[in-house]
């Protein structure tokens, strides 16, 4: 019999959650450092947090109560999935102390021959944990309900081959998304206060803000650029 996990999703309901990530070469990518804007983004009201790296989520862990929704980004050569691709990626993820299990749910190919039914039934019987299925199509959406995915993000919306022309957030992808009767929250391309509000006007279950309320790299890139021109 599938595992209720609603307990653990309903606190996320109508909610902001944000991703507290930064790039790689970034002097923001120190664990105590993601740790604490973790800190202060559930201490400024958010429900939950999105941390990348099993060291960050476990840093994370140590400081906060809010759900984890965990993953781990891997390039992978020849593959173009890279959000936790491979089962041993979410066990790390899920050990470290990630509360939700997200992954990259497009129906392209991965490595060893794992599927994502094979995935997902792995995290639900060994690890426990619910998943957060980063799609890109309202296809890709229905694939991951149908390998028993628990929540559906528009993560990926602009950011595979069959989306590219397309600009985050997907909002006419949530649109859809909400009509399947699962938790369907908006991630990617939320820059303002009122883009997140009329994400949960379309019905999403919560909406993740990244790198316009963390994204310090970016932003200043951003407007460093746009004084420069």
Same mark, same amino acid.
């Given at each position: ?25 970034? #002097? ?9 804007? +973790?800190?202060?983004? %559930? !201490?400024? @009201? *958010?429900?939950? $947090? ?79 944990? #619910? ?9 890709? +959406?229905?694939?991951? %309900? !149908?390998? @028993? *995915?628990?929540? $559906? ?77």
């Amino acid at each position: 019999m599938p595992v209720d996990f609603t307990k653990l999703i309903e606190p996320m309901r109508h909610g902001l959650i944000v991703s507290c990530q930064a790039p790689a070469n970034s #002097p923001l990518s120190e664990p105590s450092i993601i740790a604490a804007i +973790a800190t202060a983004s %559930i !201490n400024q @009201g *958010a429900v939950a $947090i999105r941390i990348d790296t099993p060291a960050h989520i476990q840093a994370v862990k140590q400081r906060c109560n809010a759900p984890i929704i965990g993953l781990w980004k891997q390039i992978i050569s020849g593959y173009d999935v890279y959000i936790t691709p491979q089962f041993h990626h979410a066990e790390a993820v899920s050990q470290a102390g990630a509360d939700i299990i997200a992954i990259d749910a497009t129906t392209r190919e991965r490595p060893q021959g794992e599927t994502i039914t094979s995935l997902i039934s792995a995290i639900h019987k060994e690890l426990g944990k #619910p998943v957060m299925a980063d799609v890109d199509t309202i296809e890709n +959406a229905k694939s991951a %309900i !149908n390998a @028993g *995915a628990d929540i $559906i993000g528009t993560t990926l919306y602009g950011y595979t081959s069959q989306t590219m022309s397309l600009t985050p957030p997907g909002f006419e992808l949530l649109s859809q998304i909400v009509k399947l009767n699962i938790p369907a929250i908006c991630e990617g391309g939320v820059s303002s206060p009122q883009m997140a509000r009329q994400a949960l006007e379309l019905g999403a279950y919560a909406v993740v803000v990244g790198t316009a309320i963390t994204g310090i790299d970016l932003q200043v890139k951003a407007y460093r650029n746009a004084i420069a021109s």
